[in-house]
């Protein structure tokens, strides 16, 4: 249905930035909520920013005030700007999406997983 694929990530310095892009293909009628969660090893993952069609942002409150989240609702494609980016900020990003889809006649919803893409932030 929809494939997510990420890039952007890699290795970077405390204080740097890094800019993640996600863009989604396949066959879909909407994407509503896009977003980026992130795992570190040893721990559950977790929301990082999301955003909806219309432009609403909701951010954890560790990337307040550093991190951006926007999309191009034509290239169906979401980004994240890391600024002061911390070693606490290293972990595998992922990009996730849901919306709708046809199915035959019927219109049904989906979710939807990118592979992740690595971030690290060394001292």
């Known amino acids: 249905q929809v494939q997510l694929v990420e890039s952007g990530g890699g290795l970077v310095q405390a204080g740097g930035s890094l800019r993640l892009s996600c863009a989604a293909s396949g066959s879909f009628s909407s994407i509503n909520r896009m977003g980026w969660y992130r795992q570190a090893p040893g721990q559950q993952r977790e929301l990082v920013a999301a955003?909806?069609?219309?432009?609403?942002?909701n951010y954890a409150d560790s990337v307040k005030g550093r991190f951006t989240i926007s999309r191009d609702n034509a290239k169906n494609t979401v980004y994240l700007l890391m600024n002061s980016l911390k070693p606490e900020d290293t972990a595998v990003y992922y990009c996730?999406?849901?919306?709708?889809?046809?199915?035959?006649?019927?219109?049904?919803?989906?979710?939807?997983w990118g592979q992740g893409t690595q971030v690290t932030v060394s001292s």
């Open positions: 955003i909806t069609s219309g432009g609403s942002t």
């Open positions: 996730n999406a849901d919306g709708t889809y046809w199915r035959g006649s019927l219109l049904s919803n989906f979710g939807s």
